[in-house]
């Protein structure tokens, strides 16, 4: 199947900074890419959806300003959580849809705010 | 009324049992359906597309009725390598349709 890359896996931060989580789509096109927060024992929580070279479209109370997302080409998107906090702390998954295919899904980044 | 609803489970069945997982969902307008599995602390990976004329891979069966916005997944003879959180995910028609999941459920499996 398609390869999606995210990174870091893990990530360990102060609050008050900020932390950037890559995406990438390794060997296809990545059309749309979307970005999902999950909490323990929860499903996955849809935070914004990203077409490349066009804003994002964020889902009903997650701030833009806080989760910063950008997808500059095909094959990248980043979200940049800006000034952290601890109740940012959570599993954070990319997916990339070439298309009307399914989605792959990143490895996740588990962000915790100290 | 979610978007996507799953059975809440947990599901704990014995090796070689039969269980069943059913999902419904809102918009009549989705056009993909997927199920997929995830397993503990790991991100979901996709099991099996759904069919309207029903689909099955080995021990899986998907099936899917638009008239009643349902779709179910069928695992005969379960392993243990089965136990997972089972995701019932509902796409928009578009290339630019999201992705929107159920709150997934629990499956053990014990021998």
């Known amino acids: 199947g398609a390869v999606v890359s995210q990174h870091p896996s893990r990530v360990i931060c102060k609050s008050g900074t900020s932390v950037k989580i890559e995406c990438r789509s390794l060997d296809f096109q990545a059309t749309t890419m979307f970005w999902y927060r999950q909490f323990p024992k929860k499903s996955l929580m849809l935070m914004a959806t990203?077409?490349?070279?066009?804003?994002?479209?964020?889902e009903q109370g997650v701030e833009k300003d806080k989760f910063l997302i950008n997808h500059a080409s095909l094959t990248l998107s980043t979200l940049t959580v800006t000034s952290a906090h601890p109740e940012d702390s959570s599993f954070y998954i990319c997916?990339?849809?070439?298309?009307?295919?399914?989605?792959?899904f990143g490895q996740g980044t588990r962000l915790t705010v100290v | 009324r979610k978007e996507v609803e799953q059975d809440p489970g947990p599901f704990n069945v014995p090796e070689g049992a039969t269980v069943a997982f059913n999902c419904t969902y809102s918009n009549s307008a989705s056009q993909s359906f997927f199920w997929y599995r995830q397993d503990c602390r790991k991100e979901p990976k996709l099991l099996m597309s759904v069919y309207s004329s029903g689909n099955e891979d080995g021990r899986f069966t998907a099936q899917l009725n638009r008239a009643s916005q349902y779709i179910s997944l069928l695992i005969r003879d379960s392993k243990l390598s089965d136990s997972a959180t089972y995701l019932c995910v509902v796409a928009g028609g578009t290339s630019y349709g999201k992705l929107t999941f159920g709150q997934g459920t629990i499956l053990t499996v014990h021998p």
């Open positions: 990203s077409n490349e070279g066009s804003k994002a479209t964020y």
């Open positions: 997916s990339a849809r070439e298309g009307r295919t399914e989605a792959f």
